[in-house]
């Protein structure tokens, strides 16, 4: 913020520590600063996987993240996973966007956008 940045756009919320720095921040936001949270859609495990591996701590051993890979395996539990996660995000007043990462899976993104 001291370099002048008015916001910053997340990677996906992965972990029980993400989501409570996500709800930490919306319960007492920065005046003047945006966070637009990012949304992965992963079509299956290894996808998941790729996601976390671009954190600074990846989550493995992590209990959310690990409940996560196990919703990954067929086709409606992981569209439910990743509609549970726009639900969670859009729950916070202050929102001011979403970062949506499909990687090539554009079902599973209008599937929410139908939804």
Do not use: C
């Not at 996987?49 to 990846?58: G, K, N």
């Not at 007043?93 to 939804?115: A, K, R, S, W």
């Amino acid at each position: 913020m001291d370099a002048g940045a008015a916001g910053v756009i997340t990677q996906p919320v992965l972990s029980t520590i993400g989501w409570k720095h996500i709800d930490d921040y919306f319960t007492t936001p920065i005046t003047g600063f945006q966070m637009i949270p990012g949304i992965a859609l992963p079509k299956n495990t290894n996808a998941l996987r790729f996601w976390s591996s671009l954190l600074e701590m990846p989550p493995e051993n992590d209990d959310w993240f690990n409940q996560s890979l196990e919703r990954m395996t067929d086709k409606d539990s992981r569209q439910n996973w990743s509609k549970e996660q726009l639900d969670r995000l859009l729950e916070h007043d202050g929102i001011h966007g979403l970062h949506f990462m499909p990687m090539g899976n554009t079902e599973d993104l209008l599937n929410l956008f139908v939804d």
